[in-house]
């Protein structure tokens, strides 16, 4: 029996191992949870404009009915998870992925030697999982998810990032009172950008404590590796009404067999608190949005 094939079949063991090594599963709010063909297709053609930040979060405890897992957090911030919440999960092992949907039914205390315990999330144990193609890697029949678009531009001059950062708070206030108020028009030429030089686009594959990580083209991997800044814009468009744009660091990037480069980068605020609090103050209320929009879709159904 092909690996592939045996790790679908015997997932559960997957889950274990992973669980015993301190490992992380992958998940989010998706907005996309099920479906036809026709509703695939949608997802990847981009209608409806939505995106879905996922999170590496550390298996706490494993039982027959449910995966306990730790609190998404960023920046230091615990992001809290209504019970009820639809979610889609990932397994990772190696360049494989599975997922499956499920749902957060409540929080636990969980001891872990420490002398306080932790709050951890009780996620409902799935049935069966589902294999992730290569090409779609974060798609099968009945779940889907969607990765934001990030702009990095690699940074000339990082002390700039100070007037940038202060430029790009002001840009998505005047985005969002023009939004309240129902004007539409096109949106004006940036000026928030700091001293960099030309863009390249990834996509972001999750979000941790206190940074992201990227997939990245082929040709990029050079400007990760030869630049040690980058100013970033993150595209949670249209929940959030502009770009998140921060400063990070490179600190590793891999290449798989398929060629494919992923990156890790460290949020860099230099001490900045205004800035920090503004990013974790928008990406809560980023999954305050998508919280709502599970609710409202359930009072329907």
Request: aromatic residues 6%; proline residues 6%.
């Amino acid at each position: 029996m092909p690996a592939s094939r045996s790790r679908t079949s015997n997932w559960r063991r997957s889950l274990d191992q992973i669980h015993e090594r301190g490992g992380c599963l992958e998940i989010t709010l998706s907005r996309y949870l099920g479906g036809d063909d026709a509703n695939m297709g949608a997802l990847a053609d981009g209608d409806g404009g939505t995106r879905d930040i996922v999170w590496r979060v550390r298996i706490l405890q494993l039982s027959e009915k449910e995966i306990v897992l730790e609190q998404p957090m960023v920046l230091g911030k615990t992001i809290d998870i209504d019970a009820g919440s639809e979610l889609a999960c990932i397994i990772c092992v190696g360049q494989n992925r599975w997922m499956f949907r499920s749902e957060m039914t409540g929080t636990t205390a969980v001891k872990l030697g420490g002398p306080q315990p932790v709050t951890g999330l009780r996620v409902r144990m799935p049935e069966k999982v589902e294999r992730c193609q290569r090409r779609e890697f974060y798609r099968v029949k009945s779940v889907g998810v969607r990765l934001p678009e990030v702009a990095c531009y690699p940074m000339q001059d990082p002390g700039t990032a100070v007037a940038a950062e202060a430029a790009s708070r002001q840009e998505f206030i005047r985005r969002l009172d023009t939004r309240v108020a129902g004007v539409i028009g096109p949106d004006p030429d940036d000026a928030s950008l700091p001293e960099v030089g030309p863009p390249f686009v990834a996509k972001m594959m999750n979000v941790g404590g206190g940074g992201i990580g990227l997939v990245v083209d082929p040709e990029d991997h050079a400007i990760l590796e030869s630049v040690r800044f980058m100013w970033l814009r993150i595209d949670l468009q249209p929940d959030l009404p502009a770009p998140l744009c921060v400063c990070a660091r490179t600190r590793h990037t891999h290449i798989d067999s398929t060629q494919a480069v992923y990156a890790g980068l460290s949020f860099e605020f230099g001490g900045r608190a205004e800035h920090k609090e503004f990013v974790i103050d928008q990406i809560c209320k980023y999954v305050a949005q998508v919280q709502r929009d599970q609710l409202s879709r359930q009072r329907q159904a």
